[in-house]
Every structure is written in structure tokens, then in C-alpha cells.
């Protein structure tokens, strides 16, 4: 028996709950009475993503999509597009809208993903050579060899408005340029594989999926700047990425793609590894350098800038993984091809590790100018549990979190900028209204007083102070001059810190600030958290209308809080309660809540 | 290997281009790529890998290729599988554990049907291309 069709009906919970099973058992029924039982086979998948336009179904192999399908539309989908052959426009999802999306974003090719740091992740074997050659892999190194000299090769990356994907986004072609700029001797290209943030994964999986693509990039770099050496500083937490990029080496040694006279063109570059122990600050570029020299890692004031001295005092370029990965790519295509992608001041694309309350967590590279409505709802297909959406956090600890207002800002570094936060190396973190965003600000914090290097007092003093604060204020005991004094502490650290981690290290603070005062107020002033995680500001209640008296409660509870007499309601003495909640879990009378 | 000179690079990739092309490597005519970053071998990639290559020497099926990449994007339903087999829609699962990727042998590359509830297809916004 062979199939020639395949119905595919989303069964995401989206779908489900605006009648996609009914659409199964319809297109069931309407498939038995026109004969194409056998021919046809009806399947429920995972969510498809585009929710909001759903229920969604796909008839395979055509590929065609119908969108918001009803019960009684299953009848002319089977009787035309499956029995004739012929596609249901009306169902089809709406050309003329995806037309206007294409002329607000002005990119003409417009798709919500679009893959070019990714471009052979999840496609090639990252452990064979051969995958990545047969992709046009090592193709960018024979153009930037054979073809171009260094200076042209530094234009084309200034031309094409390439930024730092690290997360400050500085251009790429200007850090080159300045490298290329000093007098001729050893230099080093460095690659800043110590992703930190917590929930960002993209770097990683980048390494693990196309390790051939870094080590490309880094030799035309290499070549650009006129260094012959380059290091790739990589955490010792991901030994599955390690052990890719020491094969992709091994295996572009022997093939003599790395190494002496690279394709006989008289250019030479070799690559190490060097590992990092998992400090946070070592991501810091100051920082890194002193790790991969031997030293502790603590960062050093700039000027000067590693392109001018950085590893062992030689100029020094240090670039992130994903904003190699997009090197080739960039030699390959040209310039003009990829400033055509993204917005005005930010090109190409941007890869998000999206994580939190949303129901497809993944990895995505979208084009940038996406907003994060279109990230959270078409991509990732909106909150899980049917939740509401609060905020997002993008940038990790060094970024801010972004409410609901701004779901329609086109995302770059210029505006993320603006709205408080930053683009960062790509964690996005979506928060829904059973989070509390004090208890978050207090996470982020934790986070960095944990890593702060301890070299420069506003950071090592500041942080640890503007925990103390939140800490204050999540047990209930904070004041309104907190809120004054956590300001200017926010404020002298983001201007007297000495590297990137202490400047930023109060983002989450003052975006927090800025958009939920009013939760702030709330801890403060009514000693109540919304969401109700900040545990010593819950309290539990017995309602005596409801109570009927049966001591279950008064038995559960393990700190003897409740006390009452045998069918005469209970109550909780606030001072024993130590807020387990076993005894509204316990009360078959819904007499007890918390609040 | 010996080194290559820039004409051996030329030839090389063009040869391995045709071959992935035609999706057929050494008379493999059906292809299953099994997602292993580490999110899909924490999530068990490993154990589902293991069952596909066993479920096929078991049945004795020679032109199934399994090969592995990286991360798929699909974080949220690994281990993740793509099954291509000739005349038949190219789809991805999500949550194949061992009995899920024995089904997919005996009922996918062999009974040439899709498997129930399984199937995360790519990201249907897709469908916004070119304009």
C-alpha cells in the first residue's frame, strides 16, 4: 500500500483548542466516502507554527498550506484539491498580507527565517569535510586567496555593514581594518567562543553543527589582517563542540586547508584551541586575551584596543562565532547581497536561542528588522500553557527586559538600544505573567555579583549592593528610598565600570525599573508579589465562612501554624507559616487561598 | 589524505555536489539524518541512532543511509530525525525515542506512511518567500 497524498492537521495546542482534532476525524470521513482511504493518509503533527492563523492543515507533496480550516471546509478540500487536484484558494494564507509584510520590512526576500549562519546546521555532517566543501565550503578561501588582496578583502567587509554579533556590534570591517592597519609582524586572529549568558546556546550549536565554517572564516581573516596564527577561545563545558572543531581541524590540516602554503598560495595559518574554565568575564575581550596568555582573567582598560595591542602585545583581532560564521557567506555572495538583508543601520541576520514560556523553544535566525511579536507568536508559537505575555529578555545578564509595548519594534542593535535593552549575543527569554520581574532583575543580579571579576569597585560594590536591595525588597522589607538609592548605584556602575560585564550589570535593574515600577510599588508598599514568586510576600488565608472545622489542615501543617477547635473554623498564625502551601492542598472546602 | 591544490578543491567539490544531489551515497537511496548538538543528545539522540541502525541491520535494509548533523533548530522536540525516501515527502520528526525510530523503519522507509503525531515538519511560516 502507498500513499500518494499525506494530509498533514496541526495538532499544536493552539490548534487543538479552535477544533483541529474534529478536523481530523472530518477529513476521516470525507475520505472514506470519495474512495481515497488508501490514497490518502490523514496525520496529526506538532505544532506548525502561525498560530494565530490556525487550525492549519498541509496537504503534502504539494506543500499547500490552508489556513484557519473549518469542519465544513474539509469537504471542498477533499472533493477539490485531493479528488481534482485543483488548490482551495479561499483557504490559502492570504498572499496580499504577505506582500505588505515584504514591502514594511523592505527586503525582497522577505521570510520570516532565514538561514545564513545556520546554513549548514541540522543539513551537513559536521564531522565530514567533504559535506562542507560539497555546500561551498572553503569556496570564500580560494575567491580571498587567489582572487583578492587584504585591503579588498577588508573593503568587502566594510561595505557589506557586517557588526559584532558578540553583542555590542562593532563593525567587523573597521576591527579588520584597524589590525591590517599596523606595521607588519605577528599578529593574532582570535575567536571568541565563550558563550556565557545563561539560556544562549547559539554559538554552540553553531560549533557543533558547522565547525569548518569558524575555521574558514578565521583564515580569511587571518589573511585580511596578515596574521598566520589564530586561537579560538572555547568554554570547557561544551566537549561536544570541542571535539567537532578538533576533528574539522585535523581533517582541514590534512586536506591543507590549514596549515603551510594553503592551496599553494604561498599564504600559511594555523589554528589552536584554548579553553575556558567557565568564567563569565573571560568573554570580556580584554579578559579573554589574558586567559589565553596564561593569566587570570580580569579585563584591562581600553585604549588601547586589541587591534592595535592585544595577545602577547601584537595586534590582535577578536571576533564572535556567529559573526564569522556569516564571513563566507559574505565573500561568496558579495557585499550588495548581504547589506540587502536587515535594516539601515544593521545588516543580515540575527540568531536567537529562543527559551522560556514559549511553546517552540529553538534555535532561529531571522533577518534583522523582525520584530519580537513575529519571533515569539509566528516562530515561536506563542506562550505556552495559554499564558499571557508579560516580557522578554534579550542579552542575558548584560540586557534588559522588554514588555509588551515593544512587541512590534523591528529588532537591531540601534533599537533595543533605545528601548532599553540590548541585542547581546542572542538569548531570548520569554516570560509570561506567572514571572516576576523583581525576582528576575534579582536572578541576573545573582548572576553577575557571582562573576564579577572583583577588579574595579563600582562593580564588585555596586552589584553586591543592588542585590542586598532586591533581596530587601522580594522578603517585603524594602522602602521607597531603596527604589532612589538602587537608581544611582544603577548609574555609577554603568558609567565607572571597567569592562562591559559591570557596565551592563544593572540593565536588568533599570529596565525593570523603568517598565514595572508599578511591581516594584507593589512589593513595597502592599507587600504582595502578583505572580506569587517571591514566597515570603504570599499569605495563606483561611476563609471561616468555608472552614468546616475538620483539622485536616491543622494536621498537615509542618510547622503547627494552624490552630482551631474541632468544627469551628481554623486560622494560620502568619508568624509560624513558613509557606509550603500544604494546607490549601489539602482543604477539600477551597476554604483556604493565598495572596 | 594528501594536500590539495586549488584544482583537487575544485574537483572534489563538484564530485561531492553530484553525489548529494542525487541523494544517493553508494546505492543509499534513502536518507535519515539524525539531529546530534547536544540538545538532541541529551534529549537521547544517541539511543535513538542506535535503535535506527539496529531496527535496519535487523531487517536486513542496505540502502538506508543514517548520518548525523547538528543542531536542526527543533529544540523543543528533540531528538529530531529527517527521513528522505524517494517519492515520498521529505518530513522531520521530533521526539523520536528508540520505539519511535523502530516505527519509522518498519512503518515510514518500509510501509512508505507518516507516523502519527510525531511529525514537525519545518516551521510553516516558511511559506513567506519570495516576493
Not at chain 1, 103 to 115: G, L, M, V
Not at chain 1, 145 to 158: I, R, S, Y
Not at chain 1, 198 to 224: C, F, K, N, Q
Not at chain 1, 522 to 547: F, N, T, V
Request: charged content about 25%; hydrophobic content about 35%; overall charge neutral.
Amino acid at each position: 500500500m502507498a500513499y500518494e497524498s499525506y494530509v498533514l492537521v496541526c495538532g499544536g495546542t493552539a490548534c487543538c483548542s479552535s477544533g483541529g482534532e474534529k478536523i481530523v476525524e472530518a477529513f476521516a470521513r470525507e475520505l472514506e466516502s470519495a474512495g481515497l482511504k488508501d490514497k490518502v493518509q490523514v496525520v496529526t503533527t506538532g505544532c506548525l507554527g502561525f498560530c494565530e492563523q490556525g487550525p492549519i492543515v498541509k496537504i503534502l507533496p504539494q506543500g499547500t498550506f490552508y489556513v484557519q480550516v473549518k469542519v465544513d471546509d474539509v469537504k471542498e478540500i477533499v472533493a477539490e484539491h485531493l479528488v481534482k487536484g485543483r488548490v482551495v484558494q479561499r483557504l490559502c494564507y492570504d498572499p496580499e498580507q504577505a506582500k505588505k509584510l515584504v514591502a514594511e520590512a523592505n527586503i525582497p526576500f522577505y521570510q520570516k527565517q532565514y538561514r545564513i549562519v545556520l546554513r549548514n546546521c541540522g543539513v551537513i555532517d559536521p564531522e565530514k569535510i567533504e559535506d562542507y566543501i560539497a555546500r561551498d565550503g572553503y569556496k570564500a578561501i580560494e575567491k580571498v586567496l587567489f582572487e583578492m588582496t587584504p585591503e579588498q578583502v577588508v573593503d568587502e567587509m566594510l561595505k557589506s555593514g557586517l557588526r559584532g554579533r558578540g553583542g555590542a556590534g562593532f563593525p567587523t570591517g573597521m576591527k579588520w581594518k584597524f589590525a591590517q592597519q599596523q606595521p607588519k609582524g605577528q599578529k593574532y586572529m582570535v575567536c571568541n567562543a565563550d558563550e556565557g549568558d545563561p539560556g544562549a546556546y547559539m554559538d554552540r550549536s553553531t560549533l557543533e553543527g558547522d565547525p569548518h565554517s569558524i575555521l574558514e572564516a578565521m583564515t580569511i581573516a587571518g589573511y585580511a589582517i596578515g596574521a598566520s596564527k589564530g586561537f579560538i577561545y572555547i568554554r570547557a563545558e561544551y566537549p561536544l563542540a570541542i571535539h567537532r572543531l578538533q576533528v574539522a581541524i585535523q581533517q582541514a590540516h590534512e586536506l591543507g586547508l590549514l596549515g603551510d602554503d594553503i592551496l599553494g598560495s604561498g599564504f600559511s595559518f594555523d589554528i589552536e584551541l584554548r579553553f575556558g574554565a567557565g568564567a563569565f568575564v573571560c568573554g570580556e575581550e580584554t579578559a579573554l586575551l589574558q586567559s589565553i596568555e596564561g593569566n587570570r582573567g580580569m579585563p584591562k582598560p581600553r585604549p588601547p584596543f586589541p587591534a592595535v595591542k592585544g595577545l602577547w602585545g601584537r595586534p590582535t583581532v577578536i571576533n564572535n562565532v556567529e559573526t564569522l560564521a556569516n564571513v563566507p557567506v559574505i565573500i561568496n555572495k558579495g557585499a550588495d547581497w548581504f547589506s540587502r538583508i536587515g535594516t539601515a543601520t544593521t545588516k543580515g541576520t540575527k540568531v536567537f536561542a529562543l527559551t522560556g514560556k514559549v511553546n517552540n523553544s529553538g534555535l532561529i535566525e531571522v533577518p534583522m528588522g523582525t520584530t519580537l511579536r513575529e519571533i515569539i507568536f509566528d516562530i515561536g508559537g506563542g506562550i505556552r500553557g495559554g499564558h499571557k505575555f508579560k516580557a522578554a529578555q534579550t542579552g542575558g545578564p548584560s540586557g534588559g527586559i522588554i514588555p509588551e509595548q515593544f512587541l512590534d519594534v523591528p529588532i537591531d542593535y540601534e533599537s533595543l538600544a533605545k528601548i532599553g535593552s540590548i541585542m547581546g549575543s542572542g538569548g531570548l527569554i520569554v516570560m509570561d505573567e506567572t514571572d516576576c520581574v523583581v525576582d528576575i532583575a534579582k536572578f541576573y543580579l545573582d548572576f553577575t555579583v557571582d562573576e564579577s571579576c572583583g577588579k574595579c569597585a563600582p562593580c564588585r560594590i555596586g552589584g553586591r549592593k543592588l542585590l542586598n536591595y532586591l533581596k530587601k525588597i522580594t522578603d517585603g522589607r524594602g522602602t521607597e528610598q531603596d527604589i532612589k538609592d538602587m537608581e544611582a548605584i544603577c548609574d555609577a556602575m554603568n558609567k565607572a565600570s571597567l569592562c562591559g560585564l559591570g557596565q551592563t550589570a544593572s540593565n536588568p535593574v533599570r529596565s525593570t525599573l523603568r517598565y514595572f515600577m508599578d511591581e516594584y510599588m507593589e512589593h513595597i508598599r502592599d507587600k504582595k508579589c502578583r505572580s506569587g514568586k517571591c514566597s515570603k510576600l504570599i499569605q495563606y488565608k483561611i476563609d471561616p465562612a468555608k472552614c468546616k472545622g475538620c483539622t485536616m489542615c491543622a494536621r498537615k501543617c509542618p510547622a503547627g501554624a494552624i490552630s482551631g477547635a474541632v468544627k469551628q473554623p481554623h486560622a494560620i498564625d502568619q508568624a509560624k507559616c513558613v509557606k509550603c502551601g500544604a494546607c490549601e492542598a489539602t482543604c477539600k472546602f477551597g476554604a483556604i487561598s493565598h495572596g | 589524505m594528501a594536500k590539495l591544490t586549488l584544482a583537487d578543491l575544485r574537483k572534489m567539490r563538484e564530485e561531492k555536489q553530484k553525489a548529494m544531489d542525487m541523494r544517493d551515497s553508494s546505492n543509499k537511496d534513502v536518507q535519515v539524518v539524525v539531529g546530534m548538538g547536544t540538545c538532541g543528545i541529551a534529549a537521547g539522540a544517541k539511543e535513538t541512532f542506535t535503535a535506527l541502525i539496529d531496527t535496519l541491520t535487523e531487517k536486513g535494509l542496505t540502502n538506508v543511509l543514517v548520518r548525523q548533523t547538528g543542531c536542526m533548530g527543533l529544540c523543543h522536540s528533540e531528538p529530531t530525525v529527517e527521513v528522505v525516501v524517494p517519492g515520498m515527502p521529505t518530513v522531520i520528526y521530533g521526539h523520536v525515542d528508540a520505539a519511535t525510530a523502530k516505527d519509522i523503519v518498519d512503518r515510514h522507509i518500509v510501509g512508505h506512511e507518516l507516523i502519527e503525531g510525531k511529525i514537525l515538519d519545518k516551521p510553516s511560516v516558511d511559506i513567506i518567500k519570495e516576493a
